[in-house]
Protein backbone atom coordinates (compact mmCIF):
# COMPACT_ATOMS: atom_id res chain seq x y z
CA UNK A 1 0.00 0.00 0.00
CA UNK A 2 1.38 3.77 -0.70
CA UNK A 3 2.03 6.05 1.73
CA UNK A 4 -0.26 8.98 1.87
CA UNK A 5 2.59 10.70 1.24
CA UNK A 6 3.27 9.54 -2.24
CA UNK A 7 -0.26 10.22 -3.30
CA UNK A 8 -1.87 13.50 -3.67
CA UNK A 9 -5.28 12.48 -3.10
CA UNK A 10 -7.53 9.25 -2.92
CA UNK A 11 -8.02 7.22 -6.76
CA UNK A 12 -5.21 10.04 -8.16
CA UNK A 13 -2.18 8.14 -10.11
CA UNK A 14 1.23 9.19 -8.75
CA UNK A 15 3.24 11.91 -10.34
CA UNK A 16 5.66 11.07 -12.79
CA UNK A 17 8.94 12.96 -12.94
CA UNK A 18 11.32 13.10 -15.60
CA UNK A 19 14.75 11.64 -14.77
CA UNK A 20 17.71 13.82 -15.55
CA UNK A 21 19.39 12.63 -19.09
CA UNK A 22 23.25 14.32 -19.78
CA UNK A 23 22.92 13.32 -23.37
CA UNK A 24 20.14 15.62 -23.98
CA UNK A 25 22.34 18.24 -22.11
CA UNK A 26 25.34 17.17 -24.69
CA UNK A 27 23.35 17.67 -27.76
CA UNK A 28 21.80 21.41 -26.36
CA UNK A 29 25.33 21.86 -26.00
CA UNK A 30 26.74 20.49 -29.40
CA UNK A 31 24.34 22.75 -31.50
CA UNK A 32 24.94 25.98 -29.35
CA UNK A 33 28.93 25.49 -29.84
CA UNK A 34 28.14 25.41 -33.34
CA UNK A 35 25.95 28.37 -34.17
CA UNK A 36 28.90 30.28 -31.97
CA UNK A 37 31.71 29.13 -34.36
CA UNK A 38 29.03 29.50 -37.40
CA UNK A 39 29.02 33.12 -35.50
CA UNK A 40 32.39 34.13 -35.58
CA UNK A 41 32.91 32.57 -39.01
CA UNK A 42 30.80 34.90 -40.66
CA UNK A 43 31.35 37.38 -38.66
CA UNK A 44 35.52 36.99 -39.42
CA UNK A 45 34.63 36.56 -43.15
CA UNK A 46 32.17 39.98 -43.81
CA UNK A 47 30.94 38.44 -46.95
CA UNK A 48 34.23 37.30 -48.19
CA UNK A 49 35.95 33.67 -48.55
CA UNK A 50 37.69 33.00 -45.26
CA UNK A 51 39.60 30.21 -47.24
CA UNK A 52 41.13 32.60 -50.01
CA UNK A 53 41.88 35.04 -47.72
CA UNK A 54 45.20 36.70 -48.31
CA UNK A 55 45.87 36.63 -44.34
CA UNK A 56 45.75 33.27 -45.23
CA UNK A 57 48.18 32.43 -47.92
CA UNK A 58 50.85 29.20 -47.23
CA UNK A 59 53.91 29.96 -45.91
CA UNK A 60 55.54 28.76 -49.00
CA UNK A 61 53.71 31.35 -51.36
CA UNK A 62 54.20 33.91 -49.00
CA UNK A 63 58.27 33.04 -49.29
CA UNK A 64 58.17 33.22 -53.17
CA UNK A 65 56.61 36.33 -52.81
CA UNK A 66 59.07 38.15 -50.64
CA UNK A 67 61.47 36.27 -53.35
CA UNK A 68 60.19 38.34 -56.43
CA UNK A 69 60.01 41.43 -54.30
CA UNK A 70 64.02 41.05 -53.25
CA UNK A 71 64.96 40.56 -57.19
CA UNK A 72 62.62 43.98 -57.85
CA UNK A 73 64.91 45.52 -55.53
CA UNK A 74 68.05 44.42 -56.23
CA UNK A 75 67.08 45.31 -59.74
CA UNK A 76 66.61 48.80 -58.48
CA UNK A 77 69.23 48.77 -56.63
CA UNK A 78 72.24 48.46 -59.47
CA UNK A 79 70.34 51.02 -61.77
CA UNK A 80 70.52 53.49 -58.87
CA UNK A 81 74.10 51.75 -58.22
CA UNK A 82 75.09 53.04 -61.69
CA UNK A 83 73.53 56.39 -61.26
CA UNK A 84 75.91 56.80 -58.53
CA UNK A 85 79.24 55.53 -59.98
CA UNK A 86 78.07 57.70 -63.89
CA UNK A 87 77.65 61.06 -61.27
CA UNK A 88 81.05 60.01 -59.25
CA UNK A 89 83.15 59.69 -62.74
CA UNK A 90 82.25 63.44 -63.15
CA UNK A 91 84.92 64.24 -60.49
CA UNK A 92 87.47 65.67 -61.67
CA UNK A 93 89.61 64.94 -58.41
CA UNK A 94 89.97 61.03 -59.43
CA UNK A 95 93.60 60.39 -60.59
CA UNK A 96 93.93 57.59 -63.32
CA UNK A 97 95.66 55.56 -61.01
CA UNK A 98 92.65 55.57 -58.57
CA UNK A 99 90.29 55.01 -61.25
CA UNK A 100 92.73 51.80 -62.06
CA UNK A 101 92.76 50.70 -58.54
CA UNK A 102 89.69 51.14 -58.32
CA UNK A 103 88.59 49.00 -61.15
CA UNK A 104 90.66 46.52 -59.91
CA UNK A 105 88.54 46.30 -56.91
CA UNK A 106 85.41 46.00 -58.54
CA UNK A 107 86.38 43.21 -60.31
CA UNK A 108 88.06 41.05 -57.45
CA UNK A 109 84.67 41.88 -55.30
CA UNK A 110 82.06 40.78 -58.07
CA UNK A 111 80.46 44.04 -58.57
CA UNK A 112 81.64 44.24 -62.50
CA UNK A 113 80.29 41.63 -65.17
CA UNK A 114 83.04 39.21 -65.69
CA UNK A 115 83.38 37.50 -69.39
CA UNK A 116 85.33 34.34 -69.82
CA UNK A 117 85.44 30.54 -70.75
CA UNK A 118 83.14 28.79 -68.35
CA UNK A 119 81.49 25.39 -67.29
CA UNK A 120 77.84 24.77 -65.45
CA UNK A 121 77.36 21.90 -62.76
CA UNK A 122 73.83 20.95 -62.42
CA UNK A 123 72.51 19.21 -60.02
CA UNK A 124 68.93 17.47 -59.41
CA UNK A 125 66.56 15.79 -56.91
CA UNK A 126 66.11 11.74 -57.98
CA UNK A 127 63.00 10.61 -58.99
CA UNK A 128 60.51 9.93 -55.91
CA UNK A 129 60.23 6.24 -56.77
CA UNK A 130 64.05 5.92 -57.12
CA UNK A 131 65.26 2.73 -55.86
CA UNK A 132 68.81 0.90 -55.13
CA UNK A 133 70.41 0.68 -58.87
CA UNK A 134 73.57 -1.36 -57.43
CA UNK A 135 73.36 -4.73 -54.97
CA UNK A 136 74.90 -4.12 -51.72
CA UNK A 137 73.18 -0.61 -51.19
CA UNK A 138 70.05 -0.38 -48.92
CA UNK A 139 66.46 1.22 -50.42
CA UNK A 140 66.57 4.54 -50.48
CA UNK A 141 65.42 7.05 -47.72
CA UNK A 142 63.79 10.39 -49.19
CA UNK A 143 66.76 12.40 -47.35
CA UNK A 144 69.10 10.47 -49.92
CA UNK A 145 67.15 11.56 -53.06
CA UNK A 146 67.11 15.34 -52.58
CA UNK A 147 69.89 17.64 -53.16
CA UNK A 148 71.42 19.29 -50.13
CA UNK A 149 73.03 22.23 -48.74
CA UNK A 150 76.34 20.91 -48.74
CA UNK A 151 76.29 19.27 -52.55
CA UNK A 152 75.91 22.77 -53.42
CA UNK A 153 78.89 23.81 -51.08
CA UNK A 154 81.01 20.98 -52.35
CA UNK A 155 80.50 22.31 -55.95
CA UNK A 156 81.41 26.39 -55.38
CA UNK A 157 84.20 25.15 -53.38
CA UNK A 158 85.99 22.74 -55.54
CA UNK A 159 85.30 25.63 -58.85
CA UNK A 160 86.81 27.72 -56.36
CA UNK A 161 89.69 25.62 -55.89
CA UNK A 162 90.04 25.11 -59.33
CA UNK A 163 91.00 28.50 -60.14
CA UNK A 164 87.17 30.14 -60.94
CA UNK A 165 87.46 33.79 -61.27
CA UNK A 166 83.79 34.54 -61.20
CA UNK A 167 80.73 32.28 -60.18
CA UNK A 168 77.47 32.54 -60.57
CA UNK A 169 74.63 30.10 -58.92
CA UNK A 170 71.16 30.20 -60.24
CA UNK A 171 71.00 34.18 -61.54
CA UNK A 172 72.84 35.34 -58.94
CA UNK A 173 76.53 36.21 -58.97
CA UNK A 174 78.24 35.17 -55.55
CA UNK A 175 80.67 37.65 -53.58
CA UNK A 176 82.88 36.60 -50.78
CA UNK A 177 79.94 37.71 -48.48
CA UNK A 178 77.68 35.31 -50.27
CA UNK A 179 76.08 32.59 -48.42
CA UNK A 180 74.68 29.28 -49.84
CA UNK A 181 71.87 27.78 -47.65
CA UNK A 182 69.06 25.00 -48.18
CA UNK A 183 66.30 25.04 -45.92
CA UNK A 184 64.38 21.24 -47.23
CA UNK A 185 65.49 20.95 -50.56
CA UNK A 186 64.43 24.68 -51.09
CA UNK A 187 68.18 27.23 -51.93
CA UNK A 188 67.68 30.34 -50.42
CA UNK A 189 70.55 33.00 -51.67
CA UNK A 190 70.91 36.43 -51.05
CA UNK A 191 67.21 36.77 -50.29
CA UNK A 192 65.98 34.98 -53.21
CA UNK A 193 64.19 31.33 -53.08
CA UNK A 194 65.09 28.46 -55.72
CA UNK A 195 63.93 24.90 -56.24
CA UNK A 196 65.65 22.19 -58.14
CA UNK A 197 67.90 21.44 -60.52
CA UNK A 198 69.94 23.82 -59.55
CA UNK A 199 72.55 25.13 -61.96
CA UNK A 200 76.36 26.51 -60.64
CA UNK A 201 78.41 28.39 -63.69
CA UNK A 202 82.29 29.25 -62.94
CA UNK A 203 84.02 31.49 -65.84
CA UNK A 204 88.38 29.82 -65.49
CA UNK A 205 90.11 27.39 -67.23
CA UNK A 206 87.32 24.72 -68.17
CA UNK A 207 90.28 21.48 -67.91
CA UNK A 208 91.49 23.00 -64.50
CA UNK A 209 87.63 23.60 -62.94
CA UNK A 210 86.66 19.57 -63.86
CA UNK A 211 89.68 18.15 -62.60
CA UNK A 212 89.00 20.26 -59.32
CA UNK A 213 84.98 18.69 -59.14
CA UNK A 214 86.87 15.34 -60.06
CA UNK A 215 89.76 15.68 -57.24
CA UNK A 216 86.75 16.80 -54.41
CA UNK A 217 86.38 14.33 -51.41
CA UNK A 218 82.88 15.89 -50.84
CA UNK A 219 81.79 15.12 -54.58
CA UNK A 220 82.78 11.73 -54.59
CA UNK A 221 80.70 11.20 -51.74
CA UNK A 222 77.43 12.61 -53.54
CA UNK A 223 78.71 10.54 -56.79
CA UNK A 224 77.62 7.88 -54.98
CA UNK A 225 74.35 8.63 -54.56
CA UNK A 226 74.45 9.89 -58.43
CA UNK A 227 75.27 6.50 -59.56
CA UNK A 228 72.91 3.80 -56.59
CA UNK A 229 69.80 6.48 -56.46
CA UNK A 230 70.31 8.83 -59.46
CA UNK A 231 70.94 11.83 -58.02
CA UNK A 232 71.19 14.38 -60.78
CA UNK A 233 74.98 15.37 -61.81
CA UNK A 234 75.55 17.25 -65.64
CA UNK A 235 78.70 18.91 -66.39
CA UNK A 236 78.65 21.04 -69.74
CA UNK A 237 81.10 23.34 -71.63
CA UNK A 238 79.24 26.74 -72.15
CA UNK A 239 82.04 28.38 -74.01
CA UNK A 240 82.48 32.16 -73.59
CA UNK A 241 79.93 33.40 -71.39
CA UNK A 242 79.32 37.01 -69.62
CA UNK A 243 78.40 36.74 -65.56
CA UNK A 244 76.48 39.87 -64.27
CA UNK A 245 77.82 41.63 -61.54
CA UNK A 246 76.69 41.27 -58.52
CA UNK A 247 73.47 43.94 -57.88
CA UNK A 248 72.98 43.44 -54.04
CA UNK A 249 73.83 45.49 -51.26
CA UNK A 250 77.72 45.46 -50.24
CA UNK A 251 76.98 47.07 -46.73
CA UNK A 252 78.65 45.33 -43.78
CA UNK A 253 76.09 45.88 -40.82
CA UNK A 254 78.20 43.40 -38.00
CA UNK A 255 81.61 43.49 -39.63
CA UNK A 256 84.06 45.25 -37.22
CA UNK A 257 87.33 46.59 -38.26
CA UNK A 258 90.18 44.18 -37.15
CA UNK A 259 92.72 45.91 -34.56
CA UNK A 260 96.38 46.88 -36.09
Not at 82 to 87: A, P
Not at 102 to 120: P, Q, R, S, W
Request: some cysteine; proline content about 6%; charged content about 20%.
Amino acid sequence: MSNSADSPGTGSSPERRGRFRPVRVLTVGVFALAGLIFFTSFNTAKGTNIRTDASLLKLSDLIHERSHNNGQLEESNAALRDDVESLAARDTGITAADEKRLAALEKNAGTEELKGEAITVTLNDAPPNATAKLPGYPEPEPDYLVIHQQDLQAVVNALWEGGAKGIKVMDQRLISTSAVRCVGNTLILQGRVYSPPYKITAVGEPGALKDALAASPAIQNYMVYVNVYGLGWKVEDDGAVTLPGYSGTVDLQYAEPVEQ
